[in-house]
């Protein structure tokens, strides 16, 4: 059974660097223990364990492998690949399926081998890098934004926030778009359309004026990409009239999508901002002109850190910064958010929502499409880990529609949107759904009291063996208590209270 919660969490292989070449592969005879490792990571636990053999390789072992690691001793290996097979395994009651027919999607009526493709960034910015996501499983890349502008980038250009275990959670960049020429841009669209023909080519551009919009648009049509993004949404390219200042004007999206319309023949995709308060406007305003899909969300407006000895925000470019564009998993919630919002508008019925904002694992596209996305675009994690990262996304996405009898991964596009509120107002608030303590997990530390008493209902207490009780009289079901322990060892009670 596909679980919610993982068994092993990223905190059990905390000190796992998810080495490039990893020794621990050329180590260990039996087994290739990075790409289990990388499994665990992205929370493809279950594929992990059911590629194991039928008797646990590490059982008589040594552990070269750990002692091959970059940080010796440190990743407890053998551990983490046995209790794939001890915890993980015995849950699995689907075998992984032997094709990736159940991905096969399309964007605009334009087939995908899958719903992952490379979002428009340094990720997708010349044929080699392209050429080895196509070769790596990724079903197509969404360019980096073609325009006739004059790019210089700024050095440094990248920021980031990080999490607890040291990987970036939000990152900012102050990146602008392809420094290539129009000429080579379109040399780089025939290459890799002779190349990979099967690959979807999604051209992002940037135009001036309705000229260059159509004009842009015209060329990338005639050099191979199977559609066109229209970038309404770039945060780092306001001056002058462009990126997210068209995107924040409606009349503006209109006029340009038709612009772009006027001179192709393939499907258009509007890309909008975040950084408004409702996408919908926007959105009507490019159906209007003529667009056959939206693709969100781009970059939030950002600061990221200050420098407290200097003052200056980061990146910090000789002693100046700007406000850039903020990704990563940090930016899902509210990429979510809008992705429903576009999802639940009857106004935009039968529009392609190419969807992207902090995907990194399979549940995380999953959540998207489950929201009205239709494809999937990344760009954050990829530069975090790299293309690899494709043969999770996939096999999870693969084994999770097979155990619940999906025939395809479009039978899924919009599930979640019926039981999406845009307020809380219509919420049931009769009753208590209480916690329930799993006595053997729990390690005694307490952090569940100090949270419900400072910040909840001082509906908990430890007892003198320092486990956890409930005064069901004063909990009111916020679930704070399981959003905080360490060790997952709360979760719901089956059963709901119902109130006086």
């Given at each position: 059974?596909?679980?919610?919660?993982?068994?092993?969490?990223?905190?059990?292989?905390?000190?796992?660097?998810l080495?490039?070449?990893?020794?621990?592969?050329?180590?260990?005879?039996?087994?290739?223990?990075?790409?289990?490792?990388?499994?665990?990571?992205?929370?493809?636990?279950?594929?992990?364990?059911?590629?194991?053999?039928?008797?646990?390789?590490?059982?008589?072992?040594d552990?070269?492998?750990?002692?091959?690691?970059?940080?010796?001793?440190?990743?407890?290996?053998?551990?983490?690949?046995?209790?794939?097979?001890?915890?993980?395994?015995?849950?699995?009651?689907?075998?992984?399926?032997?094709?990736?027919?159940?991905?096969?999607?399309?964007?605009?009526?334009?087939?995908?081998?899958?719903?992952?493709?490379?979002?428009?960034?340094?990720?997708?910015?010349?044929?080699?890098?392209?050429?080895?996501?196509?070769?790596?499983?990724?079903?197509g890349?969404?360019?980096?934004?073609?325009?006739?502008?004059?790019?210089?980038?700024?050095?440094?250009?990248?920021?980031?926030?990080?999490?607890?275990?040291?990987?970036?959670?939000?990152?900012?960049n102050?990146?602008?778009?392809?420094?290539?020429?129009?000429?080579?841009?379109?040399?780089?669209?025939?290459?890799?359309?002779?190349?990979?023909?099967?690959?979807?080519?999604?051209?992002?551009?940037?135009?001036?004026?309705?000229?260059?919009?159509?004009?842009?648009?015209?060329?990338?049509?005639?050099?191979?990409?199977?559609?066109?993004?229209?970038?309404?949404?770039?945060?780092?390219?306001?001056?002058?009239?462009l990126?997210?200042?068209?995107?924040?004007?409606?009349?503006?999206?209109?006029?340009?999508?038709?612009?772009?319309?006027?001179?192709?023949?393939?499907?258009?995709?509007?890309?909008?901002?975040?950084?408004?308060?409702?996408?919908?406007?926007?959105?009507?305003?490019?159906?209007?002109?003529?667009?056959?899909?939206?693709?969100?969300?781009?970059?939030?407006?950002?600061?990221?850190?200050?420098?407290?000895h200097?003052?200056?925000?980061?990146?910090?470019?000789?002693?100046?910064?700007?406000?850039?564009?903020?990704?990563?998993?940090?930016?899902?919630p509210?990429?979510?958010?809008?992705?429903?919002?576009?999802?639940?508008?009857?106004?935009?019925?039968?529009?392609?929502?190419?969807?992207?904002?902090?995907?990194?694992?399979?549940?995380?596209?999953?959540?998207?499409?489950?929201l009205?996305?239709?494809?999937?675009?990344?760009?954050?994690?990829?530069?975090?880990?790299?293309?690899?990262?494709?043969?999770?996304?996939?096999?999870?996405?693969?084994?999770?529609?097979?155990?619940?009898?999906?025939?395809?991964?479009?039978?899924?596009?919009?599930?979640?949107?019926?039981?999406?509120?845009?307020?809380?107002?219509?919420?049931?608030?009769?009753?208590?759904?209480?916690?329930?303590?799993?006595?053997?997990?729990?390690?005694?530390?307490?952090?569940?009291?100090?949270?419900?008493?400072?910040g909840?209902h001082?509906?908990?207490?430890?007892?003198?063996?320092?486990?956890?009780?409930l005064?069901?009289?004063?909990?009111?079901g916020?679930?704070?208590?399981?959003?905080?322990?360490?060790?997952?060892?709360?979760?719901?009670?089956?059963?709901?209270?119902?109130?006086?």
């Open positions: 059974m596909i679980q919610t919660n993982p068994l092993i969490l990223r905190s059990d292989m905390i000190r796992c660097a080495c490039a070449d990893a020794p621990c592969d050329n180590a260990c005879g039996r087994l290739q223990p990075a790409g289990l490792l990388r499994s665990i990571w992205f929370r493809n636990e279950q594929t992990a364990a059911l590629k194991l053999p039928e008797e646990n390789p590490c059982a008589d072992c552990a070269p492998c750990e002692k091959a690691c970059v940080r010796p001793g440190e990743v407890k290996i053998r551990s983490l690949i046995s209790r794939l097979e001890t915890q993980v395994r015995p849950i699995c009651e689907t075998p992984l399926p032997e094709t990736e027919e159940c991905l096969r999607c399309d964007l605009c009526g334009i087939p995908l081998e899958n719903p992952f493709l490379l979002s428009s960034s340094v990720v997708a910015s010349t044929y080699d890098m392209c050429a080895r996501a196509f070769e790596a499983g990724w079903a890349a969404c360019f980096k934004t073609i325009c006739s502008l004059d790019i210089r980038e700024a050095s440094p250009r990248f920021s980031a926030i990080e999490g607890n275990d040291g990987s970036i959670i939000g990152f900012k102050i990146e602008q778009l392809s420094d290539h020429s129009v000429a080579e841009n379109m040399e780089i669209f025939r290459r890799l359309k002779k190349n990979y023909p099967t690959k979807f080519i999604l051209a992002s551009i940037m135009g001036q004026n309705d000229e260059e919009w159509g004009e842009l648009a015209r060329l990338c049509e005639e050099n191979g990409a199977d559609a066109v993004e229209l970038n309404f949404s770039c945060p780092n390219m306001a001056e002058g009239g990126g997210s200042d068209i995107g924040q004007v409606p009349e503006l999206v209109e006029r340009f999508t038709a612009a772009a319309k006027r001179g192709c023949g393939i499907p258009v995709l509007a890309k909008l901002t975040p950084n408004v308060a409702t996408m919908s406007e926007a959105a009507e305003a490019a159906r209007r002109g003529g667009a056959d899909g939206i693709a969100a969300i781009n970059t939030i407006k950002s600061v990221v850190g200050v420098d407290l200097t003052f200056v925000s980061a990146p910090a470019v000789h002693g100046h910064s700007a406000v850039g564009g903020y990704s990563g998993n940090a930016v899902k509210i990429a979510l958010r809008f992705i429903a919002e576009l999802g639940k508008n009857p106004q935009l019925a039968g529009m392609h929502l190419s969807a992207m904002g902090g995907i990194e694992t399979w549940q995380d596209g999953l959540e998207f499409l489950l009205g996305g239709g494809s999937l675009q990344v760009t954050t994690a990829v530069m975090q880990y790299g293309y690899r990262i494709i043969d999770d996304l996939k096999a999870g996405l693969n084994l999770y529609l097979r155990e619940k009898g999906f025939s395809s991964v479009k039978d899924v596009i919009g599930q979640g949107l019926d039981s999406l509120n845009q307020t809380t107002d219509v919420l049931e608030r009769d009753s208590v759904l209480f916690p329930r303590f799993i006595e053997e997990k729990c390690i005694g530390c307490g952090r569940c009291v100090i949270s419900c008493a400072d909840g001082q509906a908990i207490t430890l007892d003198a063996e320092r486990r956890p009780r005064n069901g009289g004063k909990c009111v916020c679930h704070l208590c399981i959003l905080v322990c360490p060790q997952k060892a709360i979760v719901p009670a089956k059963k709901r209270i119902h109130r006086g």
